[in-house]
């Protein structure tokens, strides 16, 4: 079943009550010019178990300590936001399987070189999705991404992903002029800044599940990095958020912003339709595949991990 993404923007008070996530809001509860009959509807409940991801947007949010345990008890990524209404923090349960401490086991005693060829295959795979982007979103094929995508060899020590992405972006977006992909740049980088968020949530979230390491990465070793491997995992899922963002970009025009519709079309990240083992699929079902077979990589079940092709 795929898990419902909530997003909080306004003032809101969240409890637990009989395994239900109860939500209350303020503003409605205390307007005295509104009629009973509408304040007592402002109290609405979700059950626990269909979350997948918590967005809390607002400085006057409420969550009480009884919510916040049964949300990451049910696996639910809880996403906090900065004042400027971006991602700034992520909590996540200190377990999700029932055999965490040989997953972690098998998970650190992975080889050095085991890890280079599985970074391989994910550079690789990420590359020609980029290029399936570009085909789609110029209508034209590009050639030299799917050479860079062949000749990435273990461990990608010519850093061709590097190389691919110069292009891939200076492509995708060509009539912004010189446009890099930056943090701080200009839009879209903060449409992609907001989808990538989401989407570390969800991977992050699918590592726990099939009980990982988030901070253990493949590739990315950044010490001040809680989330190493998640930002390892998801790069292949990348090409997915810039479509819908080249999509949002072509529609809002050059100076986009992080409205509300925006955010919503953003949050829907987990319900992108994606090509997996040659089904189609949710992305946040599609992540919990790619997790699960990375595991079956640790293990010695499998030598490539499942990731998603365009």
Same mark, same amino acid.
């Given at each position: 079943?795929?898990?419902?993404?909530?997003?909080?923007?306004?003032?809101?008070?969240?409890?637990?009550?009989?395994?239900?996530?109860?939500?209350?809001?303020?503003?409605?509860?205390?307007?005295?010019?509104?009629?009973?009959?509408?304040?007592?509807?402002?109290?609405?409940?979700?059950?626990?178990?269909?979350?997948?991801?918590?967005?809390?947007?607002?400085?006057?949010?409420?969550?009480?300590?009884?919510?916040?345990?049964?949300?990451?008890?049910?696996?639910?990524?809880?996403?906090?936001?900065?004042?400027?209404?971006?991602?700034?923090?992520?909590?996540?349960?200190?377990?999700?399987?029932?055999?965490?401490?040989?997953?972690?086991?098998?998970?650190?005693?992975?080889?050095?070189?085991?890890?280079?060829?599985?970074?391989?295959?994910?550079?690789?795979?990420?590359?020609?999705?980029? #290029? !399936?982007? @570009? =085909? &789609?979103? *110029?209508? /034209?094929?590009?050639?030299?991404?799917?050479?860079?995508?062949?000749? %990435?060899?273990?461990?990608?020590?010519?850093?061709?992903?590097?190389?691919?992405?110069?292009?891939?972006?200076?492509?995708?977006?060509?009539?912004?002029?010189?446009?890099?992909?930056?943090?701080?740049?200009?839009?879209?980088?903060?449409?992609?800044?907001?989808?990538?968020?989401?989407?570390?949530?969800?991977?992050?979230?699918?590592?726990?599940?099939?009980?990982?390491?988030?901070?253990?990465?493949?590739?990315?070793?950044?010490?001040?990095?809680?989330?190493?491997?998640?930002?390892?995992?998801?790069?292949?899922?990348?090409?997915?958020?810039?479509?819908?963002?080249?999509?949002?970009?072509?529609?809002?025009?050059?100076?986009?912003?992080?409205?509300?519709?925006?955010? #919503? !079309?953003? @949050? =829907? &990240?987990? *319900?992108? /339709?994606?090509?997996?083992?040659?089904?189609?699929?949710?992305?946040? %079902?599609?992540?919990?595949?790619?997790?699960?077979?990375?595991?079956?990589?640790?293990?010695?079940?499998?030598?490539?991990?499942?990731?998603?092709?365009?």
């Amino acid at each position: 079943m795929i898990k419902k993404t909530l997003y909080f923007g306004n003032p809101a008070y969240l409890s637990l009550r009989n395994a239900q996530l109860v939500i209350k809001l303020p503003e409605v509860e205390n307007n005295d010019s509104l009629p009973e009959a509408m304040k007592r509807r402002s109290e609405v409940t979700k059950p626990i178990e269909d979350l997948g991801v918590v967005v809390l947007d607002n400085k006057q949010i409420t969550i009480t300590s009884g919510a916040m345990e049964a949300l990451l008890e049910n696996n639910c990524a809880l996403i906090t936001c900065d004042s400027k209404s971006m991602p700034v923090g992520l909590m996540l349960p200190l377990y999700g399987n029932t055999t965490q401490n040989e997953r972690f086991r098998e998970q650190l005693a992975a080889s050095l070189p085991l890890k280079k060829q599985l970074w391989q295959q994910t550079i690789q795979i990420k590359i020609n999705n980029q #290029a !399936a982007v @570009l =085909s &789609i979103c *110029t209508k /034209e094929e590009s050639k030299c991404m799917r050479i860079w995508a062949n000749d %990435v060899r273990s461990g990608d020590p010519d850093n061709l992903e590097a190389r691919a992405a110069a292009y891939y972006w200076k492509t995708l977006f060509a009539d912004i002029n010189g446009f890099t992909r930056d943090r701080e740049g200009v839009p879209p980088n903060n449409l992609l800044n907001y989808g990538y968020a989401i989407l570390r949530a969800v991977v992050a979230r699918g590592l726990v599940t099939s009980g990982l390491l988030p901070t253990l990465g493949i590739h990315h070793h950044n010490r001040y990095n809680a989330y190493c491997l998640a930002d390892d995992i998801m790069e292949p899922y990348r090409p997915y958020i810039d479509k819908l963002v080249f999509d949002l970009y072509n529609q809002y025009g050059e100076n986009v912003s992080l409205t509300k519709d925006i955010k #919503a !079309a953003l @949050l =829907s &990240i987990p *319900t992108i /339709e994606v090509r997996i083992n040659k089904k189609r699929s949710p992305l946040m %079902v599609a992540v919990g595949q790619t997790t699960a077979s990375l595991y079956k990589c640790f293990s010695g079940e499998l030598r490539r991990i499942v990731y998603p092709e365009f």
